[in-house]
């Protein structure tokens, strides 16, 4: 059974920056996808970002381009969210998600098949 755990969630000032972890155990990876999804209180679940495992593509949702990078190291199981220049408005649970292949639509959290537990981020203005 895959399994996630994020971790690395804060509370920070208006432009500081944090560093999301996201290990992923229980199963061989080639050829998923893992996303990171952001959900605010009273708002829906957004995509934020994703990583093809096997061929390094990379996505972002528009508001976090040039502030965001997503990464990861095989070796560890682990895809990070680099979160630089952060805004009031990227408070939010942050989640991981892994999509199984043949992978879906990116940027549909319907598309995933497994789900971390979620880390809090708190940026103050």
């Known amino acids: 059974q895959v399994q996630l755990v994020e971790s690395g969630g804060g509370s920070v000032q208006a432009g500081d920056s944090l560093r999301l972890s996201c290990v992923a155990s229980?199963?061989?990876?080639?050829?998923?996808?893992i996303g990171w999804y952001r959900q605010a209180p009273g708002k829906e679940r957004e995509f934020v970002s994703a990583?093809?495992?096997?061929?390094?593509?990379?996505y972002y949702e528009d508001s976090v381009k040039g502030r965001f990078t997503i990464s990861k190291n095989n070796a560890k199981n682990t895809v990070y969210l680099q979160m630089n220049s952060l805004k009031f408005e990227d408070t939010a649970v942050y989640y991981c998600?892994?999509?199984?292949?043949?992978?879906?639509?990116?940027?549909?959290?319907?598309?995933?098949?497994?789900w971390g537990q979620g880390t809090q981020v708190t940026v103050s203005s």
């Open positions: 990583i093809n495992w096997s061929a390094d593509h990379t």
């Open positions: 229980g199963g061989a990876f080639g050829g998923y996808v």
């Open positions: 998600a892994a999509d199984a292949p043949p992978v879906g639509r990116t940027d549909s959290p319907y598309a995933y098949d497994y």
